[in-house]
């Protein structure tokens, strides 16, 4: 679903005194749920089309996002973690923006993210491929954006993995974004990627975005500028909900005009 913030978008209509937004759909931008060289989609992906949901009292009234549910240092993942010393890897500084199509910033949005550790495995039970899990990271964070839409973690740079999609199948490194609006419906979840990885050619998930432009929008661009002297280095990756320089969400919903 597009646009977090903005209900009240061109071409939105009200049905029984909501407003229910419409949004024009980019082609060749978000990844088709049907991808058959990303493997899993061909049991997990819907085979009718889908019908945007109205959205109704019970999505616009709760929950609510707020500063009390975010906790001190839920943005610092090499923190965040309650183990007895620092993780492993090299730290890393992911700062960045949410923006509307016309450069508006998106204030107060969660933002949350979760990734792999610097040997490339998560700390989840389904994770069992034989890298050392690390007792001092877990992997995940959040926190709300600012007046100006600018967020900003602190974490380490997550490992390659593979993930038997294809023979000698690795994912290239990365970071998972989602975001939530002011209604629990309104989320969306995308991929950050990191500059000149080596193993871009042969991931399904990053190749099922067709328009080279749009692949180009989930690298993050390394910040010298942010980087800080003898601590970390930066990187940053602005997101932008809808227009032509949208970033490229995970899914995508067929507009129903009944």
């Known amino acids: ?15 029984g005194g909501l407003v229910v937004p ?13 991808s058959p060289e990303y493997l899993s989609t061909v049991k997990r992906h819907p085979k ?15 929950p609510v996002f707020g500063n009390d549910r975010v906790g001190e240092n839920e943005n610092d993942l090499t923190v965040a973690h309650g183990g007895p010393g620092e993780p492993i890897g090299q730290r890393i500084i992911v700062h960045g923006r949410v923006l509307e199509e016309d450069g508006r910033p998106v204030p107060n949005t969660l933002v949350e993210v979760w990734q792999a550790n610097a040997a490339g495995r998560y700390a989840h ?35 390659a993995y593979p993930w038997r999609n294809h023979p000698n199948a690795w994912r290239p490194a990365h970071i998972h974004f989602s975001l939530f ?6 989320r969306l979840v995308t991929q950050m990627y990191f500059p000149d990885d080596p193993l871009f050619f042969q991931d399904p998930i990053y190749n099922s975005v067709r328009d080279e432009k749009a692949r180009a929008r989930m690298i993050s661009r390394f910040d010298y500028a942010k980087t800080e002297d003898t601590w970390a280095l930066a990187f940053e990756f602005d997101i932008v909900l809808r ?14 005009d009944e």
Request: charged residues 25%; without cysteine.
């Open 48 to 62: 009718e089309p889908l019908r945007a949901l109205p959205q109704r009292l019970t999505e616009l009234t709760g």
């Open 125 to 159: 039970v389904w994770d069992t491929w034989p890298a050392p899990l690390d007792p001092n990271f877990v992997g995940v964070g959040r926190m709300l954006t600012d007046a100006e839409g600018r967020y900003r973690f602190t974490s380490v740079k997550p490992g």
């Open 22 to 34: 419409q949004y024009p759909i980019p082609q060749d931008v978000h990844p088709p749920l049907d």
């Open 181 to 186: 609006g002011r209604a629990f419906t309104q």
């Open 1 to 15: 679903m597009s646009g977090l913030h903005d209900l009240r978008a061109p071409g939105a209509i009200t049905r």
């Open 243 to 256: 227009g032509p320089e949208a970033s490229v969400f995970e899914e995508e919903e067929d507009e129903d």
